[in-house]
């Protein structure tokens, strides 16, 4: 098992930012990909942005540029450093990890809210 533990959401206006850090624990060897997926109400969880344990990131076209996601395997941790927030950024950002062999795993969330 796995246990996924994120922190750093909070209230920003809009052109802050913010910085999202997940906190993983548990058996761990098998875990290949993290990344972070965000949820708006009303709307689905989509992806944000994703880390291959050799450093390949993948960001979703709506926050290329603005955000950055690293990781440090040591630590066992994950941070998305998100600048220039906009409003539409308002969402429940989720941890995630996947396995080789393709199991998942879901942080809790944490609210991140940017106003106008």
């Known amino acids: 098992q796995v246990q996924l533990v994120e922190s750093g959401g909070g209230l920003v206006q809009a052109g802050g930012s913010l910085r999202l850090s997940c906190v993983a624990s548990g058996s761990l060897f098998n875990i290949n990909t993290m990344g972070w997926f965000r949820q708006a109400p009303g709307k689905q969880r989509e992806l944000v942005a994703t880390i291959t344990n050799s450093g390949s990131t993948n960001f979703a076209d709506s926050v290329k540029g603005r955000f950055t996601i690293s990781r440090d395997n040591a630590k066992n941790t994950m941070n998305l450093q998100m600048n220039s927030l906009k409003p539409e950024d308002t969402a429940v950002y989720y941890c995630?990890?996947?396995?080789?062999?393709?199991?998942?795993?879901w942080g809790k969330g944490t609210l991140v809210t940017v106003s106008s």
């Open positions: 995630h990890a996947g396995t080789y062999n393709g199991i998942t795993y």
